[in-house]
């Protein structure tokens, strides 16, 4: 599977978790030679531990973080690499012209490569290290001054500390990490942004010839999320779009506003109206909303014209 839709998901993704922290820049070019860094982060708020775990502990000083779909290969570690170094230098001589003296190493960014897994061999061949105990395991620091870090997804520990790095994982570290963000209250912001990015997602998939096996895996996780997605967004418009229709059409007297309003829920659920979905409209007037809502997301087309086709 290629990096783009996985890519596209974890720019938004992180940006959303971010934005409440500091400054959050996508695809950011370096100047030089063409380089486009994947998230820049620039914090100005305390981390939100509580809420973040361990990404909260990641980004508490000026990051970059690639995310990768796949284990990245070494060249892809090297481009990683040289995207830090290459900013290293603009931000060096930036500070040095305005202030005639250089950032102190705590001031230079550092890089965090997000990779759904990385082997042993690949963690040997970077000369990386596992991270303290207090970091956990998964967490695999490169020698100092390179200030770089990969993480294993799959790796962590299943703990709420690292739920939010672990929707960026796959198959069933993946499919774990939404079975433990659905559980989360219907009201939480983040639980239902998250649920949305990764219903387009599936989306995206679903009008996508010849998945692949991953894909096809990743289509079925995401599906359950999707759905359960689907039926929220639709009850929520119907009821909400029901109340406001049906009272105003009450209140004018007009029972052709009426008619018009349910004829759109119809269309907005199956698609153009033909003849056959015409005659259900009379009868479905009458029904309250909460009574509508749950006929139009319960009931298939056969069902609906089975039981309130006009005789």
């Not at 959050?24 to 370096?30: D, F, H």
């Not at 692949?212 to 639709?234: A, D, G, H, V």
């Not at 009379?282 to 909303?289: G, M, V």
Request: glycine share 6%; aromatic share 8%; hydrophobic share 35%.
């Amino acid at each position: 599977m290629t990096r783009q839709p996985h890519d596209q998901f974890a720019k938004q993704y992180l940006s959303e978790l971010l934005e409440p922290l500091g400054k959050v820049e996508t695809s950011l070019e370096i100047s030089g030679e063409a380089h486009f860094v994947d998230i820049y982060f620039t914090p100005s708020a305390p981390p939100d531990k509580e809420t973040l775990g361990l990404l909260a502990r990641m980004v508490s000083s000026d990051c970059l973080l690639e995310p990768f779909r796949n284990q990245p290969t070494k060249n892809e570690i090297r481009d990683c690499l040289l995207k830090l170094f290459s900013l290293n230098g603009e931000l060096q001589r930036k500070t040095k012209r305005k202030t005639g003296k250089y950032l102190k190493e705590g001031q230079l960014p550092f890089l965090w490569i997000l990779a759904t897994s990385a082997s042993t061999a690949l963690v040997d061949s970077l000369g990386a290290t596992q991270a303290p105990d207090d970091w956990g395991k998964g967490i695999y620091f490169l020698p100092e001054t390179l200030k770089t870090a990969i993480i294993a997804i799959n790796q962590l520990p299943k703990t709420k500390e690292t739920l939010w790095l672990r929707i960026l994982g796959k198959g069933s570290i993946q499919k774990q990490a939404i079975d433990e963000l659905l559980a989360f209250p219907d009201d939480n912001a983040l639980r239902n942004y998250v649920q949305e990015l990764l219903s387009i997602w599936r989306i995206s998939l679903e009008y996508k010839d010849n998945l692949t096996e991953e894909e096809q895996e990743l289509f079925m996780n995401l599906s359950p999320l999707y759905q359960q997605w689907r039926e929220k967004t639709l009850l929520q418009g119907v009821q909400q779009g029901l109340q406001q229709g049906l009272q105003q059409g009450s209140q004018q007297g007009h029972l052709e506003e009426r008619r018009d309003f349910v004829e759109n829920l119809l269309q907005n659920r199956f698609g153009q109206l033909d003849h056959a979905l015409l005659q259900v409209v009379n009868p479905l007037i009458k029904y309250s909303p909460s009574e509508l809502s749950q006929i139009l997301l319960q009931f298939s087309r056969e069902e609906i014209l089975a039981k309130f086709s006009q005789k």
